[in-house]
């Protein structure tokens, strides 16, 4: 399968369903902001495994499968007629997956102070990178719910949390690392 397919070449692409948009349209965007959610959790990862020890490998591995989960919301939103197959599990997000980051917040911000102030965006090279994909999880938020048809109640939910435990996973990368917040 070759990379370039240039069907793409006249500023068109195709949804799931076969549908042809303009590389601008709203969906195509909101994806494409998911897709660079993705991208920093990448940098993010590949700065964490530089971390002496193993101290980060349970962010890691939440990380990979929040990218995982991307994934899966990249091709709901690419899927506006609701054609993927139902037995294409992994392209489905649920409650399940919204529970599993509420778990996560609640078991990272067991080991860090509560917040008194607003702190500025910053600390480690993988603290910064999980700040700034925080930044770009709300961004892709914005623009899911400026879809229509809508997107699915439960893709917000998830992009909502998710831009919370980036924020908690900046300040636990930041916290492991012995570097104070700077409050604003």
């Known amino acids: 399968m070759k990379i370039y397919t240039r069907t793409g070449d006249a500023g068109e692409t195709s949804l799931f369903d076969g549908t042809r948009v303009p590389k601008s349209d709203i969906r195509v965007d909101a994806y494409g902001e998911v897709d660079e ?11 964490l495994r530089k971390s002496v020890g193993s101290e980060m490998a349970d962010l890691l591995a939440a990380l990979e499968q929040i990218q995982r ?18 037995r294409v599990t992994k392209a489905a997000l649920g409650d399940g997956e919204v529970a599993r980051l509420e ?11 509560p917040l008194r102030a607003f702190i500025l965006a910053g600390g480690s ?3 910064a990178t999980l700040h ?16 229509h048809p809508p997107a699915d ?6 992009v909502n949390r998710l831009s919370d435990l980036l924020f908690v996973m900046a300040r636990a990368v930041n ?10």
């Open 125 to 127: 090279e993988a603290g």
């Open 37 to 47: 959610v993705s991208a920093w959790l990448g940098l993010a990862c590949a700065l």
């Open 69 to 86: 989960d991307l994934f899966a919301l990249g091709a709901q939103l690419a899927d506006p007629a609701d054609r993927i197959a139902p």
């Open 153 to 158: 109640a439960v893709l917000l939910r998830y």
């Open 132 to 147: 700034l994909a925080r930044t770009v999880c709300r961004r892709a938020e914005r623009r899911m719910v400026a879809l």
């Open 103 to 113: 778990h996560l917040i609640d078991q990272l911000e067991g080991d860090l102070s």
């Open 175 to 184: 916290h492991r690392a012995a570097l104070p917040e700077v409050e604003w």
